[in-house]
């Protein structure tokens, strides 16, 4: 392992095309399970100019009006006006939806997981709420984005919007901010002048920690295009799942490749990844190491994982044999042991679908809690 | 880093129908820069049940039948039968294409990168191709799964299938097979008992190397829900972009989320990643190290990297902070130097749409040649 370094995190605001996707899925999904918990849902989208088309495989005893729930998730995100590019109201919504596959159902019906597949948890100290620096600050600048877009702290900014942030390792931890890249969609009225002073005074600034950053010596590329006014589904198209790094780490560590919006908790893609993120974070909670990462895989139908391993990077405290055995006597790995300890089949997921699944702290988010962090510090004898 | 673990990576097939996405995605590209290597490509590609629907931005001065491609590739694939789920003569073949955003393309014509973004690159000696060991497996299952079906060495197979493999690792090398799941569709009237024994005969054991497989030993899943008649499109919709994991390193070292297929090489996703991997294998194949990472991360815009970091997990032989001015002096890392270098405007990326875009012989992989490895080394002073 490099020491000293720069890496680099992006995330994206709630308006990127992708982003807009990922709700929408997961907005279907929770009007779905709020009636019928036990629905089974994979449900895609894809947005163009003028269209949100939503695809996919859903069985439940639900009724809900899928055209609704796109148009409310389009117009809650704020594109609500042709001449932003794209309209709530007037956009053309397409659906094509049809049941899981009974070939499907009858292996997950009997608790064994939805599909095969790989699925990495990480957790690091560098942060307090145990995630990897980078993907913290990334986030916190789109949060703001939007934040000062709604609350028309400056007036001319519109939905779409990304960041990223590099930011300097010395001995392994966090030491500076090295460089800053937002874009941001606006009004064409506005100068490339305005954009750069009011984002740095009410974006950047603000969300960039005192210690890290020293705003002379950070390169900052501020809407580097020099124009950004077609914006959202016109300007990319978008698609589900296509932000799956956004999502979890913002690169540190390892992803198994799958997405997470839109499905429900029986697919392993989904809840494995939130039951190893839970993991990886209660051993860094509990100073069993100061980096974790975790992987599970499964086979479709079988409900037991295949492998399991805990990695803590030569961080750790006790002999990583010993956090294998940990960790399957602490924490339930079958798909229906994960989802009652986690509480998955509720609503909850259109919140997930935006600024990142993990480091949150709403009560919603069950797997970030470290309430399994004193029990391993017990039994690992520290 | 832990010595002895297990770790698991999968593949799918090209009937897969996020793989039959990827596909027309590269499938349109491909014949756009076939007649105008200059074009502007993003395509992206959803296929459900009886539709398969292409969006995305494309500038160019090609004309091009796309839902001709579109019907090719399915048929290709081996959708032709409505009997199976999928009928590349009879689906419904929508697109809704528009020209890259003027805004972006501003910030592309001068050489700026197509977009912002972090790529990995990976390369270990544990193999002959320096790939890591489970996805080589996985994808030698997928592509034999395939093979049997186009010969007609299994009659009963069918397009869409997956798979994968767990491998055991000590004193970090692999050294032993530990589970295998492999699930491909299949016709109606073959019993699971002839599923086994075919796929056991025919695709398990000639895939397999000898030192580490031992069938009495391996755990096997095959086609572990009991039942595999609905795939493709009909089981599950499809979508580009989403087996991210299956196109790179099967989960070993990071990924940077960008998706590849569809995409023109001015977007670094894509142009980056390669290059990330040809730098990453450079280095592994001059004996500079046994397992070597790259990240490069980019502004919108701008044609220089924002970062570039080379990780070597403490199996480097020369010091890590020389490497990172080795890479800078060696390899180009703007767009353009990118292209040039590693000859990417050409139409060769159908190929690269199944069975993973690293770890290949085909001459049109470019970024797959060790002819960087005796300078590097002697630069290194070895
Ligand atoms: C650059 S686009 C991806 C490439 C695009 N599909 C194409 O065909 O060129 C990716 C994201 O960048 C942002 N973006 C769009 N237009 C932009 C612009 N003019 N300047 C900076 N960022 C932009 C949006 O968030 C968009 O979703
Ligand atoms: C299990 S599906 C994903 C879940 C699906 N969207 C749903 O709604 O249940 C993922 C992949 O598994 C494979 N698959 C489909 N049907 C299957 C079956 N009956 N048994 C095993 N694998 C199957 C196909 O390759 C498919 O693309």
Request: one cysteine or more; glycine letters at 10%; charged letters at 25%.
């Amino acid at each position: 392992m490099r020491h000293n370094y720069l890496f680099t995190s992006e995330s994206v605001t709630e308006g990127h095309p992708d982003k807009i996707a990922d709700q929408i899925s997961d907005g279907i999904l929770d009007a779905i399970i709020a009636q019928d918990k036990f629905s089974r849902v994979a449900c895609e989208t894809i947005l163009t100019t003028g269209i949100a088309f939503v695809a996919g495989e859903i069985s439940t005893k639900a009724y809900v009006e899928i055209p609704d729930i796109i148009r409310d998730v389009i117009k809650d995100v704020g594109y609500t006006d042709a001449s932003w590019g794209f309209d709530s109201n007037t956009c053309s919504v397409l659906t094509s939806i049809h049941q899981q596959s009974g070939d499907i159902a009858m292996g997950v019906d009997s608790g064994g997981a939805g599909d095969q597949g790989l699925m990495f948890g990480y957790a690091t100290n560098e942060t307090s709420e145990l995630m990897p620096m980078p993907i913290v600050l990334a986030h916190r600048l789109t949060k703001r984005l939007a934040e000062v877009r709604k609350k028309k702290i400056l007036k001319w900014v519109r939905p779409d919007g990304k960041s990223q942030v590099t930011v300097e390792y010395k001995d392994g931890k966090p030491c500076r901010v090295d460089t800053i890249v937002v874009s941001t969609q606006h009004s064409p009225d506005v100068t490339n002048k305005q954009i750069e002073k009011d984002l740095m005074e009410h974006v950047i600034r603000p969300s960039m920690p005192k210690g890290l950053y020293d705003p002379t010596s950070v390169k900052h590329h501020i809407n580097p295009t020099g124009r950004f006014v077609v914006g959202g589904p016109m300007g990319d198209t978008g698609l589900t799942g296509r932000k799956i790094i956004v999502d979890t780490y913002g690169g540190h560590g390892s992803h198994g490749g799958g997405a997470f919006s839109g499905k429900d908790p029986s697919k392993v893609d989904r809840s494995a990844s939130y039951m190893a993120r839970y993991i990886a974070k209660n051993i860094v909670a509990a100073g069993l190491a100061s980096k974790c990462e975790v992987q599970l895989a499964y086979a479709i139908g079988v409900a037991d994982p295949v492998s399991v391993l805990v990695d803590t990077k030569d961080t750790e405290k006790v002999a990583p044999e010993s956090l294998d055995k940990l960790v399957r006597k602490h924490f339930p790995l079958t798909p229906r042991g994960i989802i009652d300890h986690l509480k998955l089949r509720r609503p909850i997921f259109r919140k997930t679908a935006a600024y990142g699944h993990f480091g949150r702290n709403e009560p919603e988010f069950t797997w970030e809690k470290t309430d399994k962090a004193k029990a391993l510090r017990k039994d690992a004898g520290l």
